[in-house]
């Protein structure tokens, strides 16, 4: 894949500044902030709200806070409330001062075990200017079911979801596997739900393809290494 919006970084140190849950991957930080200038591209100009649907840790809305400007507004949901007291934290970095706080506690973590990456990522936090200060919020929400999401965002109107769908050792799709159609087909329709007919839906997934439901065209395909991903106008998911 060609980058046009995320040029070519280290981001070792901003890993080690975000807080991750053990067994739920995450997206490298350049393709997160690839697929987010992309999908800008398909919007207006002009600030926007964006969704994680299967934020997790939040490790993706706050890297889009520190390095992408124009975020108004982050919004995660998860269905396992267990990963979101992280993604407070992370998207706490954003808040004045949340930086500097940061680098506090990996100075004493950098004293306390003598590890030199602690140190490196504590000047990287101290070094680290957030290109946004977007308002934030997080909550519980199965992303299969839209009234919970509306409930969850509490008034929040998406422009653009980006969302890692469901892979590794603690998230998984509900049900059982190979019975009826891809669920990331009834995923993505789901998610489309609740939002605005010219929101973009930036979907994430392992392997060469992320299905779609029948009938439906993307605006876009990505590949990148082990992982595909789909642009989509909500609209299209629409029923």
């Known amino acids: 894949m060609q980058y046009r919006h995320a040029p070519a970084a280290n981001h070792a140190a901003l890993d080690a500044v975000l807080v991750s849950a053990p067994g739920r991957p995450t997206l490298p930080v350049r393709l997160t902030v690839e697929l987010a200038g992309r999908a800008r591209e398909r919007l207006g100009p002009g600030p ?9 840790a939040g490790v993706s809305l706050a ?4 390095l992408c400007p124009g975020i108004a507004v982050l919004a995660g949901t998860d269905a ?8 407070r934290r992370n998207l706490g970095l954003l808040a004045p001062g949340g930086l500097d706080d940061r680098a506090s506690t990996l100075d004493g973590l950098a004293a306390r075990h003598g590890k030199e990456s602690y140190a490196v990522a504590a000047a990287a ?18 992303a299969g079911d839209p009234e919970a999401v509306r409930t969850a965002l509490g008034g929040i109107e998406p422009d653009l979801v980006l969302a890692d769908l469901p892979h590794g050792r603690q998230t998984s799709w509900a049900g059982e596997p190979g019975t009826g159609p891809p669920p990331e087909a009834g995923f993505l329709v789901a998610v489309a739900e609740p939002l605005h007919a010219e929101a973009v839906v930036v979907a994430v997934g392992r392997g ?8 439906v065209r993307p605006l876009e395909r990505i590949r990148a290494g082990h992982r595909a991903a789909v642009l989509l106008r909500a609209g299209d998911l629409h029923t």
């Open 208 to 215: 060469r393809s992320v299905p779609l439901p029948p009938g």
């Open 63 to 66: 890297v889009l806070g520190l």
């Open 80 to 87: 396992d409330p267990a990963p979101l007291g992280l993604a």
């Open 48 to 56: 926007v709200t964006v969704w994680d649907p299967c934020c997790g």
């Open 125 to 142: 936090a101290r070094a680290t200017i957030p290109a946004s200060r977007p308002e934030w919020r997080v909550g519980v929400a199965d």
